[in-house]
């Protein structure tokens, strides 16, 4: 097989890449009890953990005499701090609270009393508007909840003492909710008051766990939030582990947090963040504190300690800029991604619509400029490798499903092994699509068809897809369209599909790659045939790279099959 190098040197980019980000995205290292007093310190959160959740970690539920001991053994290390802690409590009362989930509230105790915890922070600048953060105080009823949410509970604390040394400019208030584990009864209490409980925050800083482990992404903000987005995203603690996809994955999933109050009641922007990762923990009786990892404590205290100074620094000025700028640029919202959790991107709705229909324009000149014939032929071909990629990656993802239905944890909605179980079936569909799109389209080239015209082909598909998603679901498009632009910028620059395919491969490697580690950590065991399918077509991109080196193996030209694009290629 002549095409031999570049396929296995695209498997290589695409491996490496996936490979990258899953050792990015485990977070960041860990600080010890010697950790510089202005930073937020796993060990010392560790340690605030384990006393709050007692001995043994106990299940602290809402209206229960664990639940109330939970809360004053956090009063009291509040208190240590130097910081007062007054308790909102509002009866549960199913007639004044808009929500009432099913399911959930029948296992309230009678006359639960809902005991949210406000400790406030006064700011150097009082006349300033404050920033909220919060999280949730009550445990699910059946584990201590050491993760969920002790680790973001113990980052607040950890967050108040950084803070008892040096006051913030704008006043600062933590909120410690109750009953969320029930359908977010807390939260909504508080919404369902005449007024909020302070003066309207700039901004909120909400804090959950679904898992306990890994780095901590932020994954959902408010909408409308192009402004804010440009001025704070970058400010994500190291890795910077984001996604305006994460949104729309989210919706998809049973989750839901306060940040729909905070956001949804009270119209407020903000950043929410999750763990996600050891998900088979989430709402078990594992869920304690030695089975959660210091790197989701350190990036817990990290992600809070940044975001809240850099929403800290801004001015009056700068805070009313982007009040002012976020209401005139009603439904303007920001496509953000990051590479490796060392950078965030984030660009416009409107500028990735017009990078899609642009590079898509493009294509399609480049495609139908030279008039040659067998469009049709081409057509087919090309439809054949679509239905080769969705069908084999559907069929590995169905096998490996079925595989993980004969062993002991078929009945359960996550496992200990759905990292690797995910990752192994998307590397195995990926490979096995490659193969047979290696062989259909050696046969069918060779006799018929120019390749560089069916990777040309590949790339116009892919924008057009790419131009559809930036209208129908803008935070995910990105995963086409950035690509797609490359190709496109190359192709036209250069003339040269080898190169282009290399640039559009490798940009599409970059965001894919890392993305893949997050996608089944975030759905879990038992969407494997979706895992095969995404696999599929990342194998049918891929394809453009080696199936274009083709080329000079059909004209008998070995030159196209060294390491570099044969430099007389030119072809538009
Ligand atoms: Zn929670």
């Not at 937020?40 to 006393?51: D, E, Q, V």
């Not at 913030?168 to 209490?189: I, K, M, Q, S, V």
């Not at 595989?403 to 995910?422: C, H, K, M």
């Not at 494997?528 to 049918?540: D, F, M, T």
Request: proline residues 7%; glycine residues 8%.
């Amino acid at each position: 097989m002549k095409s031999g190098w570049p396929v296995a040197f695209s498997i290589l980019i695409l491996f490496l890449s996936a490979a990258i980000g899953m050792w990015r995205y485990r977070g960041p290292e860990p600080l010890g009890m010697s950790a510089p007093a202005d930073r937020p310190s796993a060990a010392r959160m560790r340690k605030t953990l384990i006393a709050l959740l007692g001995n043994p970690p106990q299940v602290h539920t809402t209206g229960t005499e664990s639940g109330e001991q939970f809360l004053q053994r956090l009063e009291d290390h509040i208190g240590d701090l130097g910081f007062q802690s007054h308790r909102i409590e509002i009866p549960w009362d199913p007639e004044g609270q808009m929500r009432h989930p099913k399911g959930q509230v029948q296992f309230l105790p009678p006359d639960a009393v809902l005991k949210n915890l406000l400790v406030t922070v006064d700011g150097k600048s009082p006349d300033l508007a404050p920033i909220l953060v919060a999280t949730h105080h009550d445990s699910c009823r059946w584990g201590p909840g050491a993760g969920d949410a002790g680790s973001a509970v113990v980052a607040l604390i950890e967050h108040l003492r950084i803070l008892s040394r040096d006051p913030p400019n704008r006043t600062t208030h933590y909120l410690f909710t109750d009953g969320e584990e029930y359908g977010l009864l807390g939260a909504y209490a508080l919404a369902a008051q005449e007024t909020m409980p302070f003066r309207a925050p700039v901004f909120v800083l909400n804090f959950d766990a679904r898992g306990t482990s890994g780095g901590v992404p932020m994954f959902e903000t408010h909408s409308n939030n192009q402004a804010w987005v440009d001025v704070l995203i970058n400010h994500l603690a190291p890795p910077k582990i984001t996604s305006s996809l994460a949104v729309t994955v989210y919706r998809t999933l049973p989750n839901a947090t306060d940040f729909n109050v905070w956001n949804g009641q009270w119209a407020l922007p903000g950043f929410n963040y999750a763990t996600i990762s050891g998900a088979h923990r989430y709402h078990t009786v594992d869920d304690r504190p030695e089975i959660v990892s210091d790197r989701t404590l350190q990036h817990m205290g990290d992600q809070l300690e940044s975001m809240h100074r850099a929403i800290d620094s801004l001015d009056a000025q700068a805070i009313g800029d982007l009040t002012v700028q976020s209401a005139n640029d009603a439904e303007r919202n920001a496509v953000f991604f990051d590479l490796y959790g060392i950078t965030v991107i984030h660009f416009s709705e409107l500028l990735q619509k017009i990078m899609a229909l642009v590079s898509f324009v493009a294509l399609c000149i480049v495609w139908f400029w030279p008039r040659k014939s067998g469009h049709i032929r081409l057509f087919i071909t090309y439809v054949i490798c679509i239905g080769i990629s969705i069908a084999t990656g559907f069929g590995v993802g169905w096998i490996s499903k079925g595989i993980l239905l004969t062993t002991p944890w078929r009945t359960s909605r996550y496992t200990p092994v759905d990292q690797p179980a995910g990752l192994i079936t998307l590397a195995v569909a990926f490979l096995v699509t490659t193969v047979l799109l290696e062989k259909f389209g050696g046969l069918r080239l060779r006799r018929h068809e120019s390749p560089h015209r069916l990777t040309d082909l590949n790339w116009i598909g892919s924008t057009a897809l790419g131009v559809l998603l930036a209208f129908l679901l803008p935070g995910g498009a990105y995963l086409l369209v950035v690509p797609g632009c490359v190709y496109a910028m190359v192709r036209v620059a250069t003339r040269r599909p080898t190169w282009a395919a290399w640039c559009g491969m490798i940009a599409m490697a970059a965001l894919v790659g890392p993305l893949l580690t997050l996608l089944v950590q975030a759905l879990g065991p038992w969407q494997q045939p979706l895992y095969g399918i995404v696999s599929g077509l990342i194998a049918l991109t891929t394809m453009t790279v080696w199936c274009v080196e083709k080329e000079g193996e059909i004209r008998g030209d070995d030159r196209a099959n060294a390491p570099f694009p044969n430099p007389n290629e030119s072809v538009l």
